[in-house]
């Protein structure tokens, strides 16, 4: 399943692949936010797996610097993004339930 779009405080972000990310000192990421323009970009060569971290890192990302938090260390976003993947995919019935909040709301989005 491809994410297109992920929605992270209040603000849509498009997800699109992108090969060759490089950060602004040219260091080669597999993933990039971009908070202005509001998109989301992963390297397609990834697998499943790590194409889901990846976006979870990202996703956090957006989520501390909606939160004001510019000291963020790669280190605390990544293990923060393999600890929440490993709990999606060890706890199904956790997904299932937030989903179950939201279907008794619908009619109001
Ligand atoms: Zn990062």
């Given at each position: 399943?491809?994410?297109?779009?992920?929605?992270?405080?209040g603000?849509?972000?498009?997800?699109i692949?992108?090969?060759?990310?490089?950060?602004d000192?040219?260091?080669?990421?597999?993933?990039?936010?971009?908070?202005?323009?509001a998109?989301?970009k992963?390297?397609?060569?990834?697998?499943?797996q790590?194409?889901?971290?990846?976006?979870?890192?990202?996703?956090?990302?957006?989520?501390?610097?909606?939160?004001?938090?510019?000291?963020?260390t790669?280190?605390?976003?990544?293990?923060?993004?393999?600890?929440i993947?490993?709990?999606?995919?060890?706890?199904?019935?956790?997904?299932?339930?937030?989903?179950?909040?939201?279907?008794?709301?619908?009619?109001?989005?």
């Amino acid at each position: 399943m491809t994410i297109e779009k992920v929605k992270i405080g209040g603000i849509v972000y498009d997800v699109i692949p992108e090969e060759r990310l490089q950060a602004d000192d040219r260091t080669a990421l597999i993933g990039q936010i971009d908070y202005e323009a509001a998109v989301i970009k992963i390297d397609p060569k990834l697998n499943s797996q790590m194409n889901i971290q990846t976006l979870w890192h990202e996703i956090i990302h957006g989520i501390f610097h909606q939160n004001g938090r510019g000291d963020q260390t790669e280190e605390l976003i990544d293990s923060t993004a393999y600890s929440i993947v490993q709990v999606l995919r060890d706890n199904h019935a956790l997904m299932d339930a937030v989903k179950e909040l939201d279907e008794g709301i619908e009619a109001v989005k």
